[in-house]
């Protein structure tokens, strides 16, 4: 039925948000069945999860799948963890667009002071709160959800420390709205997300599912980062070269020479990146998926690159 993501800074008000928006749910007629996915509803601790990059890689692995197990035509899934990375959150809109599901994002935005004001304050009363080491890390890495993406949208923003967080929070209203909205031809403010010829399948192992979709939201959001990176590197080194045009670009040892003989504008690259992505995508869909690391997918960008617009 719905995905609710939400997303924050450690201790910033998002299992309050979470429960806010449950009970607000049960409020509406008929009563949707609503399951918060959460770290302690898997039995892992705070510091525990977050330890390092590989538990928290794990984590995530841990709580996608149960999501991805959980999706149903008769359930509101709430994910109330950090959900920090926006490529995470791709993943997680990946699953809900593969199910034809209803997705948000909720955004506790509350300013790190008063994150690190409230985890101090849990800490002092013996409650469950992040070791300073490991909250200024996830504090440093935390990236903002963005509206413009389609794995951000529609975005509700709630701000705990300034308005507090209860069920007739503007927020949580709107996307109670949102989520239980009655779906026809004319409704145009509610998106139920429509799966691709990529993500359709028909298996019915959720092991199976995880195990395709996860690789496919790997593939794209590591592409789409990785072009970014080598137009970047175009731009720098062209607006450095003052003397004349930049023949030779290179990104590291590992990858090949970006070759041209002209300069060539930002509008030009952008639209040979926006090809080039789409050409992946097409071709995914008969073979094999883009690659899921960033250097291979630098590698065959800079390969096209040197075709379309290299030395001749």
């Not at 490529?87 to 809900?96: D, I, K, V």
């Not at 959800?145 to 308005?163: A, K, M, V, Y």
Request: hydrophobic share 35%; aromatic share 6%.
């Amino acid at each position: 039925m719905a995905l609710v993501v939400i997303c924050g800074q450690p201790c910033s008000g998002k299992s309050t948000a979470a429960s806010c928006l449950a009970e607000a749910l049960q409020v509406v007629d008929p009563k949707p069945t609503v399951r918060i996915i959460d770290e302690s509803s898997l039995h892992l601790g705070r510091n525990q999860s977050y330890a390092d990059m590989t538990v928290e890689k794990n984590l995530r692995g841990v709580l996608r799948s149960e999501v991805d197990r959980s999706l149903s035509r008769d359930n509101i899934i709430i994910v109330d963890s950090l959900n920090n990375i926006k490529g995470y959150r791709y993943e997680l809109w990946c699953l809900a667009r593969a199910s034809r599901f209803r997705y948000c994002v909720i955004f506790c935005d509350t300013e790190e002071n008063h994150c690190r004001e409230w985890n101090n304050k849990r800490s002092e009363m013996g409650e469950c709160s992040y070791d300073t080491k490991i909250f200024e890390d996830l504090v440093r890495r935390f990236e903002k959800p963005d509206s413009r993406n389609r794995w951000d949208s529609p975005l509700f923003e709630l701000f705990p420390s300034r308005d507090g967080v209860k069920q007739s929070s503007p927020a949580i209203s709107e996307a109670v709205s949102y989520l239980t909205k009655k779906v026809d031809s004319k409704t145009r403010d509610v998106r139920v997300l429509q799966p691709t010829i990529a993500t359709q399948n028909n298996l019915s192992d959720p092991l199976e599912l995880f195990q395709v979709r996860a690789p496919e939201a790997n593939s794209l959001y590591e592409m789409d980062r990785a072009t970014q990176e080598v137009i970047n590197a175009i731009v720098e080194a062209q607006s450095c070269g003052l003397a004349g045009p930049v023949n030779k670009i290179s990104l590291s040892q590992h990858l090949p020479t970006i070759d041209i003989q002209r300069t060539v504008g930002l509008p030009e690259l952008r639209s040979l990146r926006r090809t080039f992505i789409k050409l992946a995508g097409q071709s995914s869909l008969s073979g094999p998926p883009p690659p899921s690391d960033a250097e291979s997918a630098k590698r065959m960008f800079i390969d096209y690159l040197n075709r379309k617009i290299g030395a001749v």
